[in-house]
């Protein structure tokens, strides 16, 4: 009997082949974006642990600006006096404190002129943050000698792909029309706010832009201090000081929760438009049903003048609606894993590795998600299904 | 509607109302008093008096079918009573309108009447629920259209297996396919409707219409759409399955060639059942 009806369903589905692919197509979009948010998001939170890891567990950051926004802090271009941070080195536990800037500006190479961020710190309380803290190591060459000598050090991508030109050490580059010489690059970190920037000395990005202080500052405890104690104590310390007056002070565990809690919003707000578009997607199922039950409503009648019931008429319908659903699922998981793949080997080119792999695909989602499509299949055409059912065979009979 | 004093006359044959009539043959039988309608029908009764006086394999019992459009209201059947013995050829005839299709699809459960009764071998099946009404149809009858109505996406073949699938009765597909044979269209089984002749479409609609063996076959003008060969034809298959395998046959047609050959001719108008001797004089004289 069942196999009889899924039979009968898929001839008349195919007789009506592209009004049904369109419908499913309603359907693929919906689901697709469902599995791509899935079977990134994974990756994703990852990827931002991985990056969390590489500023490493014994660093506090401070940032102007307040902690759930601080881009605005940095857009503002507020700024630290540079004194004040490196107070901070009296605070008991902390090893030390590195002010740093941030900056983005046009480097010229080889007659091309490229934008790209810039670090800034004070080298040699840098290089040992960033050597023992982070892990960053010079691939190449050395580090710069002192603050005041124009030398830049190149991350890995940004001396690998920034240029058509790979950047080695030893070249010449031009920052604002003054020289700059390269004298080291670093390994790989798998990192973009790392790999794909380059590093001069605080004092020169400030003579670069005209702008004295430092954006930010990286503090590194001792060992065996208690990171939170010490982050109280520096949240107590600067708020003596009068150039900024909202500013953040990031563990390690609050940057995690952030990054969490952002991510969820994002992964909120996507998964809110994927379920709106399935929703769409499930009145394009009803709309369909509608319109093949108006359709076919001679054929019902004649179905039901040669002995189908209202159940079977009802099944006959129900089954196709489900069908469209089911197969728009397994479409939408299939686009939506090879979107998934595709973005993810995307994301590789520009560094960001390990979005995605086909080993931590969550098949209990995805089957929730089929079942789901499957059930908003059915549900799309139980009322058209059931107006097929009910209609009076001779009245169906006369429609044309 | 009538009131219920008025003393009905109905015919015990065909089961016209003849209440208002005033020049009623009647004939006394066994102490009754019985009233004709003198199209015939007289003539069946003394043939087999017992007969007559039982259960009509189907009974209409002032049955009315009243549709709405809006505000207007058409009445397409006005208290109807028919009567329809078991094992006969029954012609319906009657201009368009006259209510003759309608009273078909009451009688295959098609349509519900709006009131009245319908009896199918003395039991009251006028409120079944949808269900049963279902069953019913599936096993007591097969239904035979003017437009074929074949499933146009299902091969011939597939059309005539429908019906099994809503019954869940089984046939062996070798069978099905003698059917065909039988038919001459064997080799048009593969074939969807529009690659078929009407003659070949309304074949294959005549053994869907056979496939669950049913009691009883219902034509709505079966030969309309046809030419007269294959009019014919479809009509000597129909006459065959009356005569050979006892099969009720009611056809619903314009067509005075096939109302020549039947058992009882009943004829239309306005929603019931009218005296037609012209139609029965054509008829009974050849």
């Not at chain 1, 390994?187 to 920037?197: H, L, P, R």
């Not at chain 2, 397409?76 to 078909?104: C, M, P, Q, Y």
């Not at chain 2, 409707?193 to 003008?221: C, H, K, Y």
Request: aromatic share 8%; net charge negative.
């Amino acid at each position: 009997m069942l196999k009889n009806f899924l039979i009968l369903t898929l001839k008349s589905i195919r007789c009506r082949s592209t009004r049904s692919w369109l419908t499913i197509l309603g359907i693929v979009i919906g689901v697709m974006l469902v599995v791509i948010i899935l079977t990134l998001s994974s990756g994703i939170k990852n990827t931002i642990a991985g990056a969390l890891q590489t500023f490493g567990s014994d660093l506090i950051i401070i940032f102007p600006g307040k902690e759930n926004n601080p881009i605005v802090g940095f857009l503002a271009g507020q700024k630290f006096k540079e004194r004040d941070l490196v107070d901070l080195e009296k605070i008991n536990g902390v090893k030390s404190a590195v002010p740093m800037g941030i900056g983005n500006l046009n480097i010229e190479y080889n007659g091309e002129v490229k934008s790209i961020m810039i670090h800034a710190a004070n080298w040699k309380k840098y290089v040992e943050v960033l050597e023992s803290s982070q892990g960053i190591k010079l691939e190449n060459g050395r580090w710069p000698e002192n603050d005041d000598v124009s030398e830049v050090v190149f991350g890995h991508l940004a001396a690998k792909t920034l240029f058509k030109k790979e950047v080695g050490v030893g070249d010449e580059v031009i920052i604002k029309s003054k020289r700059f010489k390269v004298v080291g690059n670093l390994t790989e970190i798998g990192e973009q706010m790392i790999d794909n920037v380059i590093f001069v000395s605080l004092d020169m990005l400030g003579s670069l832009t005209d702008s004295r202080g430092a954006s930010s500052a990286l503090v590194k405890i001792m060992p065996g201090a208690n990171i939170n104690l010490v982050a109280q104590q520096i949240k107590f310390q600067l708020s003596k000081q009068e150039v900024i007056r909202d500013f953040s002070i990031l563990t390690p565990d609050k940057a995690d929760r952030l990054i969490d809690n952002i991510i969820s919003i994002v992964e909120l707000v996507l998964m809110i438009i994927a379920l709106v578009s399935l929703v769409v997607g499930a009145v394009g199922i009803m709309n369909t049903m509608y319109t093949s039950v108006l359709e076919r409503t001679k054929q019902i009648g004649v179905m039901k003048a040669i002995g189908a019931s209202d159940d079977a008429i009802l099944s006959l319908f129900l089954i196709e609606s489900g069908f469209i659903g089911l197969v728009g699922g397994i479409l939408g998981i299939f686009f939506g894993i090879l979107s998934a793949y595709i973005i993810s080997l995307a994301a590789a080119g520009f560094g960001i590795r390990g979005l995605f792999s086909f080993a931590s695909l969550d098949f209990f989602g995805l089957f929730v998600v089929l079942f789901f499509t499957f059930i908003i299949g059915v549900v799309s055409g139980v009322l058209p299904a059931r107006q097929a059912s009910r209609m009076e065979p001779a009245e169906a009979l006369r429609y044309e | 509607m009538q009131s219920k004093d008025t003393q009905l006359k109905i015919d015990p044959v065909c089961g016209m109302d003849l209440s208002e009539y005033v020049d009623v043959a009647e004939i006394h039988h066994q102490e009754k008093k019985f009233y004709f309608c003198g199209n015939g029908c007289e003539d069946r009764f003394k043939k087999d008096p017992d007969k007559f006086q039982g259960e009509p394999l189907i009974k209409l019992d002032n049955v009315w079918k009243i549709f709405k459009l809006g505000d207007t209201e058409t009445k397409v059947l006005r208290g109807l009573n028919l009567h329809i013995w078991e094992g006969d050829f029954v012609v319906i005839i009657g201009s368009s309108g006259s209510g003759k299709s309608t009273a078909l699809n009451m009688i295959g459960f098609l349509d519900r009447p709006t009131s009245g009764q319908i009896f199918l071998n003395g039991e009251d099946v006028s409120s079944l629920n949808d269900d049963k009404r279902a069953e019913l149809r599936s096993k007591t009858f097969g239904f035979v259209f003017q437009q074929y109505n074949l499933i146009s996406w299902l091969t011939a073949y597939e059309n005539v297996y429908l019906p099994l699938v809503f019954s869940g009765k089984k046939i062996k597909a070798d069978k099905l396919e003698t059917h065909f044979e039988e038919m001459g269209m064997r080799e048009r089984m593969t074939h969807h409707p529009f690659e078929l002749s009407g003659g070949e479409q309304q074949r294959t609609a005549l053994l869907r219409a056979l496939v669950n063996d049913p009691e009883i076959i219902l034509g709505d003008e079966p030969t309309g759409n046809l030419d007269s060969a294959n009019g014919n034809k479809i009509l000597e298959i129909l006459i065959d399955l009356n005569k050979n395998r006892k099969k009720t046959l009611v056809i619903v047609t314009h067509d005075d060639g096939i109302a020549e050959k039947a058992d009882q001719i009943i004829t239309f108008k306005d929603g019931h059942l009218v005296r037609d001797h012209q139609a029965h004089k054509k008829a009974y004289t050849e």
